[in-house]
């Protein structure tokens, strides 16, 4: 064989690139609270009333759950597969690749999902600023150029993306905090709303419903533990960005809830846009609500970035590892990124948006049509690692008392939210979303019958690539 028929070597993801704000800012740009706060605690507020805030308070208690199982593998080892690589160790192939499809199909869905929700908002602002978009065609035309601003970011470097998404939610966050206490000020002694704690008036079936939308704003928080390979100090760095993300943002949730709950009652449930409301009660000037729209437009698009960085790593170890097309294992020469498979799923994740909106659906349901299908997939994957989490801890033979509660509370919590989601039968869409995601990962799981049949050296080396083991540690 000549020298010039033989494959270049990867360049591999880039090494020791990302401290400690990056991974914070890749851990909150996922998760994009701003967007969450924007139009989740409405949809909540339809089933669990005043108990809304009890929504959030209960998804975070699940997710620190669920983060510290993650814990486990963080402090330890450091990969760029994320809980795909997490729970090979745990659970073996099949636990890897059931985490791996589930989380790139959570991944993707929030990604589009997202898009279409930056869609939606940005569209609005230009309008409040005197450049009316409206029909079809813009709405194509705007997620297009969205999606491939997200798909330039994430290729250029994980460096430049995880700033860009974090700078971006920072602003939108500072804005609607700053809204938030002008509109406790502005409701005086009527800022304390007892009527939100009293709970005999909230059904808990209607606070269980809303824990899926409410877990939905928290879906991606783990994301920092796919950059193991570009982190500085990944042991100590990204345990700390999971469980603090987790925290802050389970905070600015509940305070979110309360104050929307507290200025605007029963309205909110009907509104469809609850900040520019609060604006509008308030006496803002006419050129905040522009502002205000552009930043939860910008949130929403650092939630398109931050997915895609997640699944172009897994599917590059995916690909490494040959259960995708290797040739997703593959990184740019230059910029040392998963680029094929960042430009793949990037097109994907417009297409879907798009094909909606060809159909007659509008953005908003797009987002939370979607939405609702990925959190599926984050819930899998986030039981599976919690499960994986214990059998790996005892393996070690390290003794940790809290282990098994929190996997308790994970894996109970994520069970009893699915059930509740589905009995009784919610009304269309929602009532196929679960049986189309079934689909789905029935489907994926075909794909691994099929390698574990025809290619069984690939299922015995899934999740064992791309692996750092902290030395001197199980």
Same mark, same amino acid.
């Given at each position: 064989?000549?020298a010039?028929?033989?494959?270049?070597?990867?360049?591999?993801? *880039?090494?020791?690139?990302?401290? #400690?704000?990056? %991974? @914070?800012?890749?851990?909150?740009?996922? !998760?994009?609270?701003?967007?969450?706060?924007?139009?989740t605690?409405?949809?909540?507020?339809?089933?669990?009333?005043? /108990?809304?805030?009890?929504?959030?308070?209960?998804?975070?208690?699940?997710?620190l759950?669920?983060?510290?199982?993650i814990?486990?593998?963080?402090?330890?080892?450091?990969?760029?597969? #994320?809980?795909?690589?997490?729970?090979?160790?745990?659970?073996?192939?099949?636990?890897?690749?059931?985490?791996?499809?589930?989380?790139?199909?959570?991944?993707f869905?929030?990604? +589009? $999902?997202?898009?279409?929700?930056?869609?939606?908002?940005?569209?609005?602002?230009?309008?409040?600023?005197?450049?009316?978009?409206?029909?079809?065609?813009?709405?194509?035309?705007?997620?297009?150029?969205?999606?491939?601003?997200?798909?330039?970011?994430?290729?250029?470097?994980?460096?430049?993306?995880?700033?860009?998404? @974090?700078?971006?939610?920072?602003?939108?966050?500072?804005?609607?905090?700053?809204?938030?206490?002008?509109?406790?000020? =502005?409701?005086?002694?009527?800022?304390?709303?007892?009527?939100?704690?009293?709970?005999?008036?909230?059904?808990?079936?209607?606070?269980? $419903?809303?824990?899926?939308?409410?877990?939905?704003?928290?879906?991606?928080?783990?994301?920092?533990? +796919?950059? /193991?390979?570009?982190?500085?100090?990944?042991?100590?760095?990204?345990?700390?960005?999971?469980?603090?993300?987790?925290?802050?943002?389970?905070?600015?949730?509940? @305070?979110?809830?309360?104050?929307?709950?507290?200025?605007?009652?029963?309205?909110?449930g009907?509104?469809?846009?609850?900040?520019?409301?609060?604006?509008?009660?308030?006496?803002?000037?006419?050129? @905040?609500?522009?502002?205000?729209?552009? /930043?939860?437009?910008?949130?929403?698009?650092?939630?398109?970035?931050?997915? %895609?960085?997640?699944? /172009?790593?897994?599917?590059?170890?995916?690909g490494?590892?040959?259960?995708?097309?290797?040739?997703?294992?593959?990184?740019?020469?230059?910029?040392?990124?998963?680029? *094929?498979? &960042?430009?793949? #799923?990037?097109?994907?994740?417009?297409?879907?948006?798009?094909?909606?909106?060809?159909?007659?659906?509008?953005?908003?349901?797009?987002?939370?049509?979607?939405?609702?299908?990925?959190? =599926?997939g984050?819930?899998?994957?986030?039981?599976?690692?919690?499960?994986?989490? !214990?059998?790996?801890? *005892?393996?070690?033979?390290?003794?940790? *008392? %809290?282990?098994?509660?929190?996997?308790?509370?994970?894996?109970?919590?994520?069970?009893?939210?699915?059930?509740?989601?589905?009995?009784?039968?919610?009304?269309?869409?929602?009532?196929?979303?679960?049986?189309?995601?079934?689909l789905?990962?029935?489907?994926?799981?075909?794909?691994?019958? =099929?390698?574990?049949?025809?290619?069984?050296?690939?299922?015995?080396?899934?999740?064992?690539?791309?692996?750092?083991? &902290?030395?001197?540690?199980?």
């Amino acid at each position: 064989m000549t020298a010039t028929s033989t494959p270049p070597a990867d360049a591999g993801l *880039r090494r020791g690139v990302m401290g #400690s704000t990056e %991974l @914070f800012a890749q851990a909150i740009a996922n !998760i994009a609270p701003s967007a969450v706060i924007a139009f989740t605690a409405a949809a909540i507020y339809l089933s669990a009333g005043k /108990g809304t805030w009890l929504s959030f308070l209960l998804a975070t208690i699940i997710i620190l759950a669920v983060g510290y199982s993650i814990l486990q593998f963080a402090k330890r080892r450091a990969s760029a597969g #994320s809980l795909y690589n997490y729970a090979a160790i745990g659970l073996g192939p099949v636990g890897a690749y059931v985490t791996g499809v589930t989380l790139v199909i959570g991944c993707f869905c929030i990604a +589009a $999902a997202s898009l279409s929700g930056s869609v939606s908002y940005t569209m609005l602002t230009l309008t409040q600023i005197g450049v009316p978009l409206e029909g079809l065609v813009a709405q194509i035309v705007v997620a297009a150029v969205l999606g491939g601003l997200a798909v330039f970011f994430t290729i250029r470097g994980i460096r430049i993306s995880a700033r860009v998404s @974090f700078v971006l939610e920072l602003l939108s966050i500072g804005i609607i905090v700053l809204l938030f206490v002008l509109t406790l000020g =502005y409701l005086g002694p009527a800022a304390w709303d007892p009527s939100q704690f009293d709970l005999s008036q909230t059904s808990f079936s209607g606070v269980a $419903a809303g824990m899926v939308l409410a877990i939905l704003g928290f879906v991606g928080f783990s994301s920092a533990d +796919a950059l /193991g390979r570009e982190a500085k100090n990944p042991f100590r760095a990204i345990p700390r960005a999971i469980m603090w993300s987790a925290l802050g943002v389970g905070v600015l949730y509940i @305070f979110g809830a309360y104050t929307q709950v507290a200025a605007l009652g029963d309205g909110l449930g009907a509104s469809a846009s609850p900040l520019d409301e609060i604006a509008v009660l308030i006496g803002m000037p006419s050129w @905040f609500n522009p502002i205000l729209n552009a /930043g939860v437009a910008a949130s929403f698009f650092a939630v398109v970035v931050a997915p %895609l960085n997640v699944i /172009g790593r897994i599917l590059y170890v995916m690909g490494k590892e040959g259960v995708v097309d290797g040739r997703l294992g593959r990184t740019h020469d230059r910029f040392q990124t998963p680029h *094929r498979a &960042l430009l793949i #799923s990037g097109a994907a994740v417009v297409l879907v948006p798009a094909v909606f909106y060809l159909v007659g659906v509008d953005p908003i349901s797009v987002l939370v049509w979607v939405n609702t299908f990925g959190t =599926y997939g984050y819930m899998v994957a986030y039981a599976v690692i919690a499960i994986a989490s !214990i059998v790996y801890v *005892r393996r070690l033979g390290v003794t940790n *008392r %809290l282990l098994p509660v929190a996997v308790i509370v994970a894996v109970g919590g994520m069970a009893y939210v699915f059930w509740s989601n589905i009995v009784p039968v919610p009304a269309f869409p929602f009532n196929i979303i679960p049986w189309l995601f079934a689909l789905l990962f029935g489907l994926t799981m075909v794909w691994y019958l =099929y390698l574990a049949r025809r290619r069984p050296e690939v299922v015995k080396a899934i999740g064992t690539t791309e692996t750092d083991l &902290l030395e001197g540690v199980g």
